[in-house]
């Protein structure tokens, strides 16, 4: 890992593979960050996140993923980020401790989504008692408001943030709402923060915008194609950097209309690198052999534009 690098580019948002019984299954995460490094060119990874069923893992379990994350990632990975959000504090706490001392690059935090923050202040009140207990890593705020129902502006928490958090580093924004992106943006500037995008169907809007980078489930098998659209886009070769924003789209579109969700992660992960990433923690389910074939005919009828 590369400690006081800064978190740019594309991060993949790790699934976590389970065995058929359905216990996490650490002997894969040598063979998948191998797998991500050499066919997928990604050196950072977000673990126990949404792909990552986190908030589905007890505490143990989400200790076992992450010592096993930075032990593997140790020599081969830039970023090892551990989302430590939980709806208990104190377990929050735990967790951010946890990271910590195993030497993890980054911490982040979800918005506690059963009871609720109301405000901005009530956010960043419950972000600095998490952030807190880490005080040499760099903490990143976890904003998706379509699972967690927060909707507290970002622009709103970024201002005053770093009197109140230190460490504060960015934002992993997985949201739609790309005016209270960019006006992230515009006022702090992509230097100061990482604002890292969420959505990987529409990253060239982000990218339009400044992003620094993404996180997101599609670079564990997409990867590569997202960075060659990240380097059209950088170039500047626009046309080609639609190209590849629209193949990815109508691979997500398509599987977005069968039902798209991290069981098909999971499954489209599976096919696509043979590592067996297993069935979804209840209440999710097994992604259907259909939605499987079906899946994997469309990836494959894709014609990428200087496709290897
Ligand atoms: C709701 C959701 O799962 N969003 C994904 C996206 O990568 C998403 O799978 C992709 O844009 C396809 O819709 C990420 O933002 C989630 C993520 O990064 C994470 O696992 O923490």
Not at 186 to 201: C, H, I, T, W
Request: net charge negative.
């Amino acid at each position: 890992m590369t400690p006081g690098k800064k978190l740019e580019g594309l991060v993949a948002a790790a699934i976590t593979p389970m065995t058929p019984d359905g216990q996490i299954n650490l002997s894969v995460i040598c063979q998948y960050v191998d797998y991500l490094v050499r066919e997928q060119n990604v050196k950072n990874i977000f673990v126990n996140g949404t792909t990552g069923e986190g908030l589905s893992l007890s505490i143990q379990e989400r200790k076992q993923l992450a010592e096993e994350w930075v032990r593997q990632g140790k020599d081969k990975l830039d970023h090892v980020i551990i989302h430590v959000g939980a709806l208990s504090l104190p377990e929050s706490q735990d967790l951010a401790r946890h990271a910590a001392a195993i030497g993890a690059s980054g911490i982040a935090v979800i918005a506690p989504f059963f009871f609720k923050p109301t405000n901005k202040d009530e956010l960043v009140a419950f972000l600095q008692k998490v952030a807190s207990e880490a005080p040499g890593v760099p903490f990143y705020y976890y904003h998706i408001p379509p699972l967690t129902g927060v909707k507290i502006r970002v622009e709103e928490l970024l201002d005053g943030i770093r009197e109140q958090i230190p460490t504060f580093q960015g934002v992993k924004f997985s949201d739609t709402d790309l005016l209270d992106l960019a006006q992230c943006i515009n006022k702090n500037g992509s230097e100061q923060f990482a604002f890292l995008y969420g959505v990987d169907e529409q990253l060239l809007g982000a990218l339009a915008v400044g992003v620094n980078g993404a996180v997101g489930s599609t670079y564990n098998y997409l990867g590569r194609k997202t960075e060659l659209m990240l380097q059209a886009f950088a170039k500047p070769d626009l046309a080609l950097a639609q190209k590849y924003q629209f193949l990815i789209g109508e691979f997500l579109n398509f599987v977005i209309k069968l039902g798209f969700g991290v069981a098909q992660t999971k499954a489209v992960m599976t096919f696509v690198s043979g590592i067996p990433m297993g069935p979804p923690r209840l209440p999710l389910v097994n992604a259907s052999e259909e939605f499987i074939a079906k899946a994997k005919a469309k990836l494959d009828s894709i014609a990428w534009p200087n496709s290897d």
